[in-house]
């Protein structure tokens, strides 16, 4: 049993940065890949960015703009570290990790998920 927490979200103002950790407990993530994805109100779940957990290859989608970085922080957590935020960052933002070994930006690709930590930048 995979168990995903994440952490972090808030309410912030346009231009702050903001930390997003997720924990990963029930089995050693080895092989496989973490992701961030988030979803807004009314849109479809898109990738933020992925980590592959044995060897740090990191994959980021267009939301990320250059403005987001992907970590792996110790052996069971992950951070999404995000800059410059704005209105349009606004989401939950969701903790994913797939257990077969190969990239996929598909939110159907993973099969565990946390429960999401709500990120609000206010204008």
């Known amino acids: 049993q995979v168990n995903l927490q994440e952490s972090g979200g808030r309410l912030v103002q346009v231009g702050e940065a903001l930390r997003l950790t997720c924990t990963i407990s029930g089995r050693t993530a080895f092989g496989t890949y973490m992701a961030w994805f988030r979803q807004a109100p009314g849109k479809e779940r898109e990738f933020v960015a992925s980590i592959q957990w044995n060897d740090g290859r990191t994959s980021y989608g267009d939301v990320a703009a250059g403005r987001f970085g992907i970590f792996r922080e110790t052996d069971v957590t992950t951070a999404l570290r995000m800059n410059n935020l704005q209105p349009e960052d606004t989401a939950m933002y969701y903790c994913?990790?797939?257990?077969?070994?190969?990239?996929?930006?598909?939110?159907?690709?993973?099969?565990?998920w946390g429960q999401g930590t709500q990120v609000t930048v206010s204008s």
């Open positions: 994913a990790f797939k257990v077969t070994d190969f990239w996929s930006a598909r939110p159907d690709a993973y099969e565990h």
